[in-house]
């Protein structure tokens, strides 16, 4: 396999793209984080690629025990599209997982960087209507909890976790977003470039509503496009109680270390 990249600690991380690179340049890179998926990464790849050929993703990997970064080394050596895997080797967490794409993205020098997850519950096949709104704007989230957006499969309580977690955050912080909580989502280089990506916070997945606040604090545009999220159907859940209740505690600290951020004009949404 080609080394299109180096490694961004000494041995602990290793980066590469695939084996026969595509001439066509890199319009979208969506970052995938990923702990034994190894059922579903392949398929979710493969439907992204359907999309367009200037689409690409960045599977982040943190050494899965099922060998996720393994089916995706095969997949380098026989596709021809923008497939690019970041394999990490200690320092475990969607947090900062989410973070080492996000830099890695900004490296290559993408113009538009977005993040989901590889278990199914974000299909790929919104990811058009998404692109096509980020004209005009700093970011798009997709969301379930506009008008047409929807949730399939899941339980009652698992959705009304996700409404009060929204609520509680919209109060906290008054990010004007319906679904503050949607890791489906993609930004302009030139936001994602006002992030302090070394010195964040949030080492889990709070990251997701830290950076947020901080292109909101900042004035980013962002606008909502209503998606149909679906229950996991394979694989393991890696969310618990403890994970909720961490992260939604760290909202008061992102306020009282954001406040002061404020560039003069304050961010919308529509
Ligand atoms: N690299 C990396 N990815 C992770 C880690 N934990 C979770 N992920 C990935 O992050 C995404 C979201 O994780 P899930 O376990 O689906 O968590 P969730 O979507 O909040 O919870 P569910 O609704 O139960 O699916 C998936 O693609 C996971 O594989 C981690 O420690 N490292
Ligand atoms: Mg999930």
Redesign the pocket.
């Known amino acids: 396999m080609s080394q299109t990249g180096c490694a961004t600690s000494p041995a602990k991380s290793t980066f590469a793209g695939p084996l026969n690179p595509p001439e066509v340049p890199l319009e979208l890179l969506m970052i ?6 190894s059922e579903n990464i392949i398929g979710i790849i493969e439907r992204i690629l359907a999309l367009s050929p200037s689409w690409g993703v960045l599977v ?3 050494h899965s025990p099922d060998r996720t970064w393994a089916a995706v080394e095969e997949y380098q050596k026989t596709c021809q599209s923008h497939v690019y895997l970041l394999h990490r080797q200690s320092d ?3 947090g900062k ?1 989410g973070i080492a794409g996000f830099k890695k993205g900004l490296e290559m020098g993408v113009p538009i960087i977005g993040e989901m ?3 199914g ?1 974000h299909a790929p096949e919104d990811l058009p209507e998404i692109y096509e709104k980020i004209r005009g704007f700093d970011g798009v989230i997709g969301s379930r909890l506009v008008p047409g957006g929807q949730e399939e499969g899941r339980p009652f309580s ?1 959705r009304l976790i996700t409404r009060l977690a929204n609520r509680y955050i919209h109060f906290v912080l008054g990010i004007p977003l319906r679904d503050i909580t949607s ?1 489906y989502r993609i930004f302009r280089r030139e936001i994602l470039q006002q992030v302090p990506w070394d010195h964040l916070v949030s080492q889990g ?1 709070s990251v997701l509503q830290e950076i947020l606040y901080i292109m909101f604090r900042k004035g980013a545009r962002i606008a909502e496009v209503p998606i149909t999220f679906r229950e ?1 159907v394979l694989g393991a ?3 618990n109680g403890k994970i909720l209740r961490d992260s939604l505690g760290k909202m008061i600290l992102f306020r009282k270390t954001y406040r002061t951020l404020d560039t003069g004009r304050t961010g919308s949404a529509l």
Not at 32 to 37: A, F, K, Q, V
Request: glycine share 8%; proline share 8%; no cysteine.
């Open positions: 995938i984080p990923t702990y034994n998926e982040v990997d943190d475990r967490g969607r997982a997850d590889a278990d519950s698992r890791g997945p996991r859940s890696t969310l």
